[in-house]
């Protein structure tokens, strides 16, 4: 008899509202999505638009994007708990509005979803969280498996996790659709135990097969079923 797939019940990293970044260009999609998700066990969504210099959202756009995809759960009877906070690109600007106090999208237990640079490595991040966790937040580091300033090597990633950055590793780098690297490091951070949160991060339907591929690996039934990830707590 074929395993039961332990699923991760709350996804917390995704691109579902409308036309406000790069990830759902219509309301047809984002059903269509999260029609997806649900279908894999998914059973609450904390979606996290883009606030980055190319999509300069603020929660107000945010809030009204949700509030209007809430509606149309409704109305098509898609049964699934859908909330919303951000995916915060750390740059100067996010610096200077933690330092300012100013309002920052948090989920669960103050979790704050940060990214850092693809390309180049981050000169400020570690003070950025720093002063993130000062202010009560605890920030969870979206796909630290994709940075490829890393160039393959899990040394800053070590350096920030001891410093109480969480980790939130994607599915579908699991199943390779980002390439060899990111694949070989979620496997490393898996092992390791680094991984706090796994998350879909889809952006469009095609995401769903790697989303499903990883979910279904070996690595992540047995970090689900040990219990040392903390999405379920989420619910
Ligand atoms: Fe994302």
């Known amino acids: 008899m074929k395993k039961k797939v332990i699923p991760i019940e709350v996804d917390l990293h995704s691109h579902l509202i409308p036309n406000i970044d790069d990830g759902s260009q219509s309301m047809e999609q984002s059903l269509e999505m999260i029609r997806a998700l649900s279908s894999h066990g998914v059973k609450k969504l904390i979606t996290t638009p883009h606030i980055h210099p190319r999509y300069p959202n603020t929660p107000e756009i945010i809030m009204n994007g949700l509030k209007k995809l809430q509606g149309e759960l409704q109305k098509k009877e898609i049964e699934i708990e859908l909330e919303a906070a951000a995916e915060y690109y750390v740059d100067e600007s996010f610096s200077k509005k933690v330092q300012d106090g100013g309002q920052i999208l948090s989920f669960g237990n103050k979790y704050v979803l940060v990214e850092a640079p693809f390309q180049n490595k981050p000169i400020d991040f570690e003070s950025v969280m720093f002063d993130l966790k000062s202010k009560g937040y605890h920030p969870v580091l ?94």
């Open 142 to 235: 979206a796909h630290p498996e994709r940075y490829q300033f890393l160039e393959g090597s899990l040394d800053w990633l070590q350096q920030l996790r001891a410093s109480g950055v969480l980790f939130q590793v994607t599915l579908g780098s699991i199943s390779g659709y980002y390439g060899t690297i990111p694949a070989k490091l979620s496997s490393q951070l898996l092992k390791s135990g680094m991984v706090d949160f796994l998350g879909s991060d889809l952006h469009r339907l095609t995401h769903i097969e790697y989303f499903k591929k990883g979910l279904q690996s070996k690595e992540v039934q047995k970090v689900i079923e040990s219990g040392s990830i903390k999405n379920a707590e989420l619910l």
